[in-house]
């Protein structure tokens, strides 16, 4: 179960740890500031969970207007979507609102472009190459060829390689 903290903007009230969206609203209802004013505004912190949904919390700048989207997501996804939303709207200019299935992405679990190199000749993508002159290619310069499509970034302690759309 993943736990934030809603902190109050008014330094005269005090927050609250929450999990769900409806425990936030109720909580919100119920706290007032030390001269009885109902406190409207908050900060939400990420405080307790998964590696990976501390990094989509941080991706989507979660706040009060987008707290619901947040948490259900968080929910209902799966990791590599996750992972593809996170990469999307940190690294390729996706608005967090944008939908899951429209995301034009090409993610790969991999630690380098060398690697994706070394992939995408195994898998052919270059075209039929003999085992004997496979030998004599450059990964480097691949790689690097690569890079001027795909980058490499680093979430939940995973390294991945993409390339936006």
Known sequence: MTTFFAQPYSID????YFETAHDFQEAAKANRDRWGQQVEEYEI?????????????RAYDINQANLSEVIDFIDMAEEHEKIALIIAIGECGYDS????????????????????????????????????????LDMDLIARDLGMDYAETEIAGTRYVYRCG
Not at 117 to 125: H, P, R, V
Request: with cysteine; glycine share 8%.
């Open 13 to 16: 009230a005090t927050g609250f």
């Open 45 to 57: 912190q990420f405080i307790d969970g998964e590696t990976i949904d501390a990094a989509l919390a």
């Open 97 to 136: 609102s944008c939908n899951i299935n429209d995301i034009d992405l090409d993610v790969y679990q991999m630690d380098s472009l060398r690697e994706l190199a070394e992939q995408f000749i195994e898998e052919g993508l270059f075209g039929e190459i003999p085992d004997r002159l496979r030998f004599y």
